[in-house]
């Protein structure tokens, strides 16, 4: 069984359904699921965007703080820390995404995962600033030099359009999500499906 995990670094959901995912980490398979992050917003600006601002344009006033409210409640329901006014800010994801690429070990990725939802919900780092994702990098206990000069490579880039083209042709659908042997599962933030998921994905193990 393949279970690959697709994700927005900069999406207050994605840190939500993550933290599910932790929940299970001592399961031997939630150390074989594959993170997939992808840029939803592609024409995202340098600089970042207002999501206020970009959702009231989308939705409406009341829809866009509607929308604020219930991802500030989900993560409240997990324990999570955020804060609202750094949701109000959602930086370019690319470099972030860039630097977990770069990383080959699963447990690396998942702490600079982790490091980076922290820095933007709970301290709202601009993880779109070079020098502050190297620091971010460093503190989840990596050297952040190194990653950063990783990213230069061509096939880190290479290997972000693969990924993106990769989760697009299963067609849109909202993010995050899990892809479980080639097919969606949208149960994301639901904890017993996970739990099942992940069990059967340990059985399959066993018998390979």
Do not use: C
């Not at 359904?17 to 932790?22: M, N, P």
């Not at 993170?35 to 344009?57: A, F, N, S």
């Not at 006014?85 to 370019?92: A, G, L, S, T, V």
């Amino acid at each position: 069984m393949k279970i690959e995990f697709v994700f927005d670094i900069v999406y207050p959901m994605s840190y939500v359904a993550f933290e599910k995912l932790k929940q299970h980490w001592n399961e031997p398979s939630a150390r074989k699921i594959e993170l997939l992050p992808i840029q939803v917003l592609p024409e995202i600006p340098e600089e970042g965007l207002d999501v206020v601002d970009y959702l009231t344009k989308r939705y409406g006033s009341a829809e866009a703080y509607r929308k604020l409210d219930m991802a500030k409640s989900a993560a409240y329901g997990e324990n999570i820390e955020v804060n609202l006014e750094h949701m109000r800010h959602m930086p370019n994801s690319q470099l972030a995404h860039q630097a977990i690429m770069a990383l080959d070990n699963t447990f690396d990725q998942y702490a600079v995962t982790q490091a980076i939802f922290h820095a933007i919900f709970a301290h709202g780092k601009d993880i779109a600033n070079p020098e502050i994702l190297k620091d971010v990098i460093e503190g989840a206990g990596l050297d952040g030099s190194k990653v950063l000069r990783s990213i230069q490579h061509k096939e880190i880039a290479d290997k972000q359009r693969e990924i993106t083209q990769y989760v697009q042709s299963y067609g849109k659908h909202p993010t995050p999500f899990y892809i479980v042997d080639g097919q969606i599962w949208d149960k994301t933030f639901d904890t017993l499906e996970l739990k099942q998921l992940l069990l059967n994905q340990n059985e399959s193990l066993i018998e390979t």
